[in-house]
């Protein structure tokens, strides 16, 4: 079975602090995506990555950088937290080829206060 | 632009049959997923389109026609489990890479 685990289920941050969310998948996926996760808004690609030290912008890049220096590890990090960043943080993995779904960790319920 | 549209709530009775639709507008289409997600659980993989017609899957099946840019997940023997978001989610070629873009999902509630 694939398995995506993240770091932290819940987290509660200040403002301006440095936050980091880290996600490790065990399948030897290339690609690895974060999402967050609003009412209504549905899910927003953050960033993406197809391969080691490699790194796209999604739809919301602003205010989050990312980092993958090993094949099974992508971290999010926001710089300097801000309360509009409170969200369900999702990461998941797939295979490279074009049938191949998604796998979705359990998700970070990141507060910002 | 990309765009997903799916409604936001349904509700059904145990043991009927309900139909989640979703059109979509993208520039470079290139799959059709659906994800099932339990509150408070991460999204799990229901079914794929790429080519028109029907997918079946045991209860659940999903249909795709790109002319259109609709799909629809059909449950079948509703059952209470089955009370859950479902999300659509386009895989797009658009810009060279390709993203994968979601729809805010249909929560399903089943009744008994």
């Known amino acids: 079975d694939v398995k995506v685990t993240q770091s932290s289920r819940y987290l509660v941050k200040r403002t301006g602090e440095k936050v980091f969310l880290e996600c490790v998948q065990d399948m030897d996926h290339e690609n690895m995506f974060w999402y967050r996760q609003d009412p209504g808004l549905g899910l927003r690609l953050i960033y993406f990555?197809?391969?080691?030290?490699?790194?796209e912008k999604g739809d919301i890049p602003e205010g989050y950088s990312v980092s993958r220096e090993k094949k099974e590890r992508f971290s999010l990090i926001l710089e300097s937290a801000s309360t509009n960043q409170t969200s369900m943080y999702l990461c998941?993995?797939?295979?490279?080829?074009?049938?191949?779904?998604?796998?979705f960790g359990p998700g970070t319920r990141l507060t910002v206060t | 632009g990309q765009n997903i549209d799916q409604p936001t709530e349904m509700t059904a009775t145990e043991g009927a049959i309900v139909q989640i639709n979703c059109t979509y507008q993208?520039?470079?289409?290139?799959?059709l997923f659906w994800y099932q997600q339990h509150a408070g659980e991460a999204p799990t993989f229901l079914s794929y389109n790429v080519l028109d017609g029907l997918e079946e899957k045991g209860r659940f099946s999903s249909f795709l026609s790109r002319s259109k840019g609709y799909s629809y997940l059909l449950l079948k023997e509703l059952q209470m489990k089955d009370s859950a978001s479902y999300l659509c989610a386009v895989r797009d070629r658009g810009s060279g890479t390709y993203k994968y873009i979601f729809g805010t999902g249909t929560r399903l509630k089943v009744l008994a």
């Open positions: 998941a993995s797939s295979p490279l080829g074009d049938r191949y779904e998604q796998y």
């Open positions: 993208t520039s470079g289409f290139n799959g």
């Open positions: 990555s197809y391969d080691v030290k490699m790194k």
